[in-house]
């Protein structure tokens, strides 16, 4: 008689499945990808090597669903916050810039392994997407100003992209694994610094407390 798989065994595959996902989530949050190799993602989960193989298409796929999950759910809170921020244009890219930046500062481990930390091709594609994902939200952000007059005259598509590498680029220094871990009163000077910046590139007046 064939095999035949029930709903319990689905999932109790499925469960298992999800814990190496979680578990391989764990390494990179707390030491990046280079840690998440497949033996200590099994030893976390106490289980063999191969039983981590007959789930996953290599250590790469594996990764590059962990990737897409922490990414996922970094895109997810910024569109919630972007859509309560309020009907401005202005008040919802000052959110975007606000949190993008804050949550950065304060998961620097995880922020360098989506941002920046060298990873294969399949991993990089998901970053890629990621980064999209960003530029989509800020350009729709950067339109809607440009339509009601907010913003300076300028290419929405250009202005996001450039907004969001200016925000990586400038968090770069206090995010590295090897930089000490900046106070509450740094993060907050970093964070109102990169707001300043990119206010200015869009045209818009803001005083040091927010959005005037």
């Given at each position: 008689m064939p095999y035949r798989q029930t709903a319990l065994t689905r999932k109790n595959a499925e469960d298992k499945r999800d814990g190496f996902l979680r578990a391989a989530r764990a390494l990179v949050a707390a030491d990046g990808f280079k840690a998440a190799t497949v033996a200590a993602i099994a030893a976390r989960c106490q289980a063999s090597v191969g039983s981590v193989y007959s789930y996953f298409d290599g250590r790469d796929r594996l990764l590059a669903e962990v990737f897409r999950s922490a990414?996922?759910?970094?895109?997810?809170?910024?569109?919630?916050?972007?859509?309560?921020?309020?009907?401005?244009?202005?008040?919802?890219?000052?959110?975007?810039?606000?949190?993008?930046?804050?949550?950065?500062?304060?998961?620097?481990?995880?922020?360098?392994a989506l941002l920046f930390e060298p990873v294969s091709p399949v991993v990089e594609a998901e970053r890629l997407v990621y980064r999209r994902s960003y530029a989509d939200i800020g350009e729709q952000i950067i339109s809607d100003g440009l339509a009601g007059g907010e913003f300076v005259p300028q290419d929405p598509r250009l202005a996001s992209s450039a907004v969001m590498g200016a925000i990586s680029e400038a968090l770069v220094g206090w995010i590295r694994p090897d930089s000490p871990e900046p106070s509450e009163e740094t993060q907050t000077a970093v964070v109102d610094g990169i707001r300043?910046?990119?206010?200015?590139?869009?045209?818009?007046p803001m005083m040091s407390g927010g959005m005037r």
């Open positions: 990414a996922t759910h970094e895109i997810d809170l910024v569109r919630l916050a972007v859509s309560d921020a309020g009907q401005r244009a202005s008040e919802r890219i000052d959110e975007l810039i606000r949190i993008f930046s804050t949550r950065a500062l304060h998961g620097r481990r995880m922020a360098w300043s910046f990119c206010f200015r590139a869009l045209g818009v």
